[in-house]
C-alpha cells in the first residue's frame, strides 16, 4: 500500500504545507486537497507541487458540477505539468445542497455526467478535437448560442495523456461506475471488515466492464491515525464529526452517509442521530454514535493493533491508506506506519 494523507478546507493552508513537506519526508505517497464551499483546491495542489519534490497531488474532490469539463481537464493537465508528473485529479458530485446553494448549479445526472467528464478529460490530454453529444454539447450547437463555436484541442502538450482520475463514490450505481472507468475509487467512512458486504456487488459489477488497459482500480480509504499505549481516547475525537456526516451533511431524505450507516448495520442508531441533529441537539446526537464505527474507521491504539488494522485494509483491498495524524508525534507515527507497508 502507498501512504497518503489529507489537507482540509478549513485549515490553515500554509502550516498544512509545511506539514506536507515534513511528512514527505518520512514517506508520505499521496497528499489530498480537499475542495468544498472555501478556499478553491486547485490553487492549494499548485502551491504544494511548488513545496514538495516527491509526493502526488490530488484533488479530494473537484466537485462535477462547479467546473466545465474542459476547465477540469486544464487544470488537471496544468497542474501534472507543473509538478512534473505528480497530480492526481479527483472527482465527485457532492451533494445538493453545496451544488445549488453554493454553485447555483442543478444537482442532476451525476452518473452521465461522471461518465462523460471522464472521457473528455482523457480525449483533451490526448488532443483530439473537442466534441460531445449528451448531457455536455460540445461545441454549443446553433439555437443554444451563436452557432460559432467549434472543435477546439488542448494547446498545450500534456506532461501525461493518462493523469489518474479517482472517484468519490458511495452509492452502489456510483461505486460500479467508478470501478468501470475510473482509476481509483474513494470511498469515506470505510469499514474494511464490511467493505465486501456492502460495496462488493457494485465493485465486481464495474468490473466486468472495465478496459484493461486501466489496469486494477486503486482504493482510498483510512482514518484517523495514532500510535500508542495509551491513545485510545483520542478516538472520541471523531464523534462531532461522523454525527455532522450521518446526520446533518445532507437532507433528512437525502443523505448518501446516512445510507451508508444505514448499510453497515446501524440503521437504529443513524435514524436516532439524524432525529437529534436536524433539531440542534448536536453532542446528543454525537454521544450515539456506535462505538464500533468509531474503532473500525480508524487506526488509533498500541502499535499492534495498528498493524492489525493495516492488515485488515488491505485485505479490504485498499491501495492507499489515507490517514489523518491527530496523536501527540504525527511525523512519528506517519514515519513509524511507512515501515509497515
Known amino acids: 500500500m502507498r501512504l497518503g494523507s489529507a489537507v482540509h478546507y478549513s485549515g490553515n493552508v500554509l502550516e498544512a504545507a509545511e506539514r506536507v513537506r515534513d511528512w514527505e519526508r518520512v514517506g508520505l505517497d499521496v497528499v489530498w486537497v480537499a475542495e468544498a464551499y472555501g478556499y478553491d483546491a486547485p490553487t492549494m495542489m499548485g502551491f504544494l507541487a511548488a513545496r514538495t519534490e516527491r509526493v502526488h497531488i490530488g484533488s479530494a474532490i473537484l466537485p462535477l458540477y462547479s467546473r466545465t469539463p474542459a476547465l477540469l481537464a486544464q487544470t488537471a493537465a496544468g497542474l501534472d505539468h507543473i509538478s512534473g508528473g505528480r497530480a492526481i485529479l479527483g472527482l465527485g458530485a457532492s451533494g445538493p445542497q453545496v451544488i445549488e446553494g453554493w454553485h447555483a448549479v442543478p444537482y442532476d445526472k451525476p452518473l452521465a455526467r461522471t461518465r462523460e467528464i471522464i472521457d473528455i478529460c482523457r480525449r483533451v490530454w490526448r488532443r483530439e478535437p473537442l466534441t460531445n453529444d449528451g448531457v455536455y454539447q460540445i461545441p454549443l450547437p446553433e439555437g443554444m448560442g451563436t452557432g460559432l463555436g467549434k472543435p477546439l484541442k ?7 495523456a493518462d493523469i489518474p482520475i479517482f472517484v468519490a463514490a458511495l452509492g452502489e450505481k ?3 461506475l467508478a470501478a468501470e472507468v475510473a482509476n481509483g475509487w ?15 456487488g457494485a465493485l465486481a459489477k464495474g468490473a466486468e466492464s472495465r478496459a484493461p488497459e486501466l489496469g486494477p482500480l486503486e482504493v482510498v480509504a483510512g482514518g484517523a491515525l495514532a500510535i500508542g499505549e495509551d491513545v485510545t481516547e483520542l478516538r472520541e475525537r471523531a464523534r462531532p ?6 446526520g446533518g451533511m445532507g437532507a433528512r431524505d437525502r443523505n448518501f452517509y446516512f445510507n451508508l450507516a444505514c448499510r453497515y448495520g446501524f440503521e437504529a442508531e443513524a435514524s436516532r442521530i439524524q432525529d437529534l441533529y436536524l433539531s440542534g441537539s448536536k453532542a446528543e446526537a454525537a454521544a450515539l454514535v456506535p462505538d464500533e464505527m468509531l474503532e473500525r474507521t480508524s487506526l488509533i491504539g498500541p502499535a499492534g493493533y495498528v498493524k492489525e488494522r493495516v492488515a485488515a485494509y488491505r485485505e479490504a483491498g485498499v491501495t492507499i491508506l489515507n490517514v489523518n495524524p491527530i ?10 506506519l511507512r515501515g509497515w507497508l
Do not use: C, S
Open 174 to 176: 456510483n461505486v460500479a
Open 241 to 246: 464529526n461522523l454525527a455532522l456526516y450521518i
Open 327 to 336: 496523536g501527540t508525534d504525527p511525523t512519528g507515527d506517519l514515519e513509524q
Open 154 to 160: 488542448l494547446i498545450n502538450h500534456p506532461t501525461r
Open 186 to 200: 474513494i470511498p469515506t467512512m470505510f469499514i474494511p471488515e464490511k467493505a465486501g458486504e456492502v460495496w462488493g
